[in-house]
């Protein structure tokens, strides 16, 4: 049986932070999330996403994530994590992964009431790093290194916008427990963004499953 319990996570120090482990830095997602206090644990399989406080799919390339995701049933386990209060939070990739329309037919999580549009600052060449000024984050801009990134052209009515580019291009969100960032977080040793989303995979609701 699974429930969403109240403030009662089993892990609410530690709390136990899942990577998904089919492409991307996830070495580079588990070390910073280890370094902000979290059990932090890849996840290859369906049944491994049981238990979890807390789940990053890492950035890589959305179209190939999803169908390896679908075919092992990955897919179908995080959409029920998510129906169940769990915290998700998707970079680059995952965030495509997470939104509700991605512009393509491909496998998407769909939880995010956000439209992205892939490849939205070019090709490989056009990769950048920028400040990007992001609400509620105490300590200054965020360095934030851009890599064949996606931005969300369109956000719903139950998404907080937390950082946009000058252009208006948005680059993070938050819709509930869902969080999602455009730019890759894990690579400038800037463990802010991780350290919150530990924080947030620790408060709250935390999926149990009994
Ligand atoms: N361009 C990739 C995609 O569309 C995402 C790139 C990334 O995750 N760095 O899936």
């Keep these: ?113 956000v439209v992205v549009e892939r490849n939205a600052f070019g090709p490989q060449v056009f990769s950048f790093e920028t400040d990007v000024t992001i609400a509620g984050l105490e300590g200054g801009p965020f360095r934030a290194v851009f890599i064949r990134a996606p931005a969300i052209s369109a956000a719903g009515p139950g998404v907080d916008v937390l950082a946009a580019l000058d252009d208006d291009r948005i680059v993070m969100v938050r819709q509930g427990r869902l969080l999602a960032t455009a730019f890759h977080p894990e690579l400038t040793g800037d463990d802010r963004l991780h350290r919150w989303f530990v924080e947030l995979c620790g408060a709250q609701s935390s999926v149990v499953h009994a």
């Design 1 to 113: 049986m699974v429930t969403v319990a109240g403030s009662t996570s089993a892990h609410p120090a530690r709390p136990r932070v899942g990577v998904l482990a089919i492409q991307g830095d996830v070495a580079e997602h588990l070390a910073a999330l280890s370094r902000c206090g979290a059990e932090a644990v890849p996840v290859r399989r369906a049944a491994e996403i049981d238990g979890l406080d807390g789940i990053v799919l890492p950035g890589g390339e959305s179209t190939a994530i999803g169908l390896i995701a679908r075919e092992d049933g990955v897919l179908d386990a995080l959409r029920r994590y998510v129906d169940q209060g769990g915290a998700v939070w998707g970079t680059c990739a995952g965030l495509i992964l997470l939104a509700r329309d991605a512009g393509h037919a491909q496998p998407l999580i769909g939880a995010l009431d």
